[in-house]
């Protein structure tokens, strides 16, 4: 389980300036208070537009840096106060992938396992099973460089799944996807969610309202740094008034713009 109570977060950031001239300062407003409660068994989705908040978000999740306020927790622990504790909790695909492209398909998951406290056997055990799960088979030996977008996505998700999180964190997983890789990432991730799967907690973040619509359990709306509506898809449309989840989406994260 992943909670996130009333994160905030800014930065400085410097505009203006030249060569021998200092810009002036601004602070910038990334997260101003989102919050988000995702339950085991569940895929729990961040929507928003592009610079809402949610890459911020997920990068605190994960520890990569610390909120300014707020509390954020894995299944019990505060991620603040036991990052490591916390990471070896939660999978983590981040928006960009990082794969060793020197290193095979097999070798970049097993390196992430070894990482991870496992046996070499366990991890390349753990690499085959995953392999499968995924249908990537035909490029578990292969090494990283020339894959795919597809592929290279396939082997980040195997990786961040090495060690069997409870908890799997996505940042937009869908970019740059062909259909067919699209398809496949969304049977795995419901296959994880199942009991079969083990009843992950799944946590996504995207600015594509189909992915919601169609993977989604519970969903967050997060707009200019804040979470202004939670709920499921035909609850977020009933809160709207919306017959269409777009227009929905539109009437809860930009309210001032339908007004005018």
């Not at 509390?71 to 928006?95: E, K, N, S, Y």
């Amino acid at each position: 389980m992943i909670e996130i109570q009333d994160v905030h977060k800014h930065f400085v950031a410097q505009t203006g300036g030249g060569l021998f001239k200092r810009g002036k300062k601004r602070i910038v407003h990334a997260v101003q208070g989102v919050s988000v409660s995702a339950a085991n068994g569940r895929i729990t989705g961040l929507l928003g537009a592009n610079g809402a908040g949610k890459t911020t978000t997920l990068r605190m999740l994960a520890g990569l840096i610390k909120p300014d306020a707020g509390h954020i927790g894995c299944d019990g622990i505060t991620v603040q106060d036991a990052p490591l504790r916390a990471l070896a909790r939660m999978g983590i695909l981040g928006d960009a992938h990082g794969l060793y492209p020197r290193l095979s398909a097999r070798e970049n998951i097993a390196y992430f396992g070894r990482l991870q406290g496992m046996a070499p056997e366990t991890a390349n055990a753990r690499a085959e099973e995953l392999a499968r799960l995924l249908d990537m088979q035909a490029i578990l030996d292969r090494r990283a460089d020339g894959f795919s977008q597809g592929e290279r996505m396939k082997t980040a998700l195997a990786r961040a799944l090495v060690h069997d999180p409870a908890n799997i964190v996505l940042d937009e997983p869908t970019n740059g996807l062909d259909v067919l890789a699209t398809r496949a990432l969304r049977e795995a991730l419901r296959w994880l969610r199942s009991a079969e799967g083990g009843g992950k907690c799944i946590v996504l973040s995207t600015h594509i309202m189909q992915e919601v619509e169609l993977l989604c359990d519970e969903v967050v709306i997060v707009s200019h740094g804040r979470s202004v509506a939670r709920g499921s898809v035909p609850e977020l449309l009933e809160q709207a008034g919306e017959p269409r989840f777009e227009d929905a989406f539109v009437t809860l994260a930009f309210p001032e713009e339908v007004a005018a």
